[in-house]
């Protein structure tokens, strides 16, 4: 396993950083790509070993995907029956694996796939997938590892309440809803803006969605999909990443190329915690900060705090001035970063599913490992503001989420390697 090793604390922190495609709205795009047999393109998809992995997948199906090096996608499922997929290694790495399921059985009645993976975080049991296309008439299968779904007849329209606002299984229901037969509505459906692009993409395809980024959606069958072109949103989650960076070193930075609605809920904090910023249509300029002020987070579904954004936050709280608490209510372990940023000299305790940190003066750099792709992020914000050499290992997890991280961090100043 791959290494960063980084050599803090970065005095010369600062510049523009473009902001990649969104890797949370590429995967689900790409797999509801799979509902036509006609050639879909999609621009600003982020060169990321996610998005390999399901590109992977998708051409295990018999479908053919080329990829150019400036983002763009082509995808065309032009096939009669999906392929038997059994590569556990693939499904094991990528939660959104499980996204191919919906096409698949809207489309040809019947999909078996071996259980998704994705960042150790929790549990991340499918029930409520399973349960919506239970809903929707479609038998489930499960055993060894894999589940299968069949509906000889194809899908039928229904009402689908989610116990939770679940991004993937509202992703799912939405892409599945599209090719069957009446009208679905997904009640307490996630409102991410991931779930906004794929309702655009789905509507650019000939479906009918609507009410994506409240919590009702309501899809119309229809019999056909049709190709579409389409730009990924940029990701709002890279983009608080960097911003984060900037924010623990007290320095600016300007991130572009996003939608700065879709980082409110860090904005609001950090406004709390003293740092001021510009906004545009399609940038955010933080300004410099010396002493920000400790605060309160807790995770919530959208609008409420990211949990993508929670681990990088508490490296922030760790050296901010006073004390802060982290609530995470997303996911039941996410907190794996806490014994290594602690590590690195930041004072964290936690009990249960909340943290209690007091803000240190300094980090020191030392060896650590990245254990999720977050965690790994967060670690990456510690380094660059701790006193010595950094090595973060396992970096596989982070750069399944930042496309040229390394550069990108080189351009804004960091002394950083990997090896
Ligand atoms: C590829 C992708 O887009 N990943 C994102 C997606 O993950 P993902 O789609 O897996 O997240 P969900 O919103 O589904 O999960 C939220 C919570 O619901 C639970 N749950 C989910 C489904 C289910 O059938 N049963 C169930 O109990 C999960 O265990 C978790 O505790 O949304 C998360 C929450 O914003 C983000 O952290 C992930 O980065
Ligand atoms: C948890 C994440 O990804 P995944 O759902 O793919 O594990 C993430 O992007 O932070």
């Given amino acids: 396993m791959a290494k960063y090793i980084i050599n803090g604390p970065c005095e010369n922190f600062g510049g523009n950083v473009k902001i990649s495609g969104s890797k949370n709205s590429a995967l689900p795009i790409m797999a509801a790509a799979l509902l036509s047999e006609e050639e879909s393109v999609l621009d ?43 590569d556990y290694s693939l499904f094991s790495k990528l939660r959104a694996s499980v996204l191919v399921m919906s096409p698949c059985l809207a489309r040809f009645g019947n999909v078996r796939i071996p259980l998704p993976g994705g960042c150790k975080i929790g549990a991340r049991p499918i029930d409520l997938h399973l349960k919506g296309f239970a809903a929707m008439g479609a038998k489930i299968k499960q055993g060894h590892g894999f589940v299968e779904a069949s509906a000889k007849n194809g899908l039928v329209g229904t009402r689908i309440y989610l116990d939770f606002p679940s991004v993937g299984a509202t992703e799912n229901l939405m892409i599945a809803a599209c090719l069957a037969n009446g009208t679905t509505t997904i009640e307490n459906a996630a409102n991410e803006p991931e779930i906004i692009d794929l309702a655009d993409f789905l509507c650019g395809m000939g479906g009918s969605v609507t009410g994506a980024g409240s919590d009702t959606i309501i899809i119309k069958g229809t019999t056909r999909m049709h190709k ?11 983009a608080g990443t960097f911003i984060i960076c900037a924010a623990g070193l ?28 510009e906004t545009g249509l399609d940038f955010i300029d933080l300004k410099p900060c010396q002493k920000p002020k400790s605060v309160d987070i807790k995770t919530l579904p959208y609008p409420g705090f990211p ?16 004390n802060g608490m982290v609530v995470e209510t997303i996911f039941e372990n996410r907190f794996a970063h806490i014994p290594e940023l602690c590590r690195m000299g930041a004072k964290i305790k936690t009990e249960g599913n909340a943290a209690f ?36 290992h396992d970096i596989e997890h982070i750069e399944r989420g930042y496309e040229n991280f390394v550069e990108k961090l080189k351009n804004l100043g960091v002394d950083i390697k990997k090896e």
Avoid: W
């Avoid at 949990?307 to 006073?322: E, F, I």
């Avoid at 650590?368 to 977050?374: F, G, I, M």
């Fill in 44 to 86: 600003n998809v982020p060169h990321l070993s996610d998005t390999d992995v399901m590109a992977e997948i998708i051409k295990g199906l018999g479908c053919d995907i080329y990829r150019d090096k400036h983002g763009s996608m082509r995808i065309s499922a032009n096939i009669t029956k999906p392929k038997r997929l059994r």
């Fill in 307 to 322: 949990t993508d954004l929670q681990a990088q936050t508490m490296s922030l709280l760790s050296t901010s001035d006073g």
């Fill in 357 to 392: 940190i007091e803000g240190v003066k300094r980090l020191s750099g030392a060896e650590v490992k990245a254990t999720d792709l977050r965690a790994g992020a967060a670690l990456v914000a510690a380094a660059l503001k701790a006193d010595g050499t950094s090595k973060i």
């Fill in 228 to 238: 579409n072109n389409h730009k990924i949103i940029p990701d709002r989650i890279e």
């Fill in 250 to 277: 007290g320095s600016g930075i300007k991130t572009e190329n996003i939608e700065p609605l879709h980082l409110k809920p860090l904005l609001a904090k950090l406004t709390e915690m003293g740092f001021m910023f």
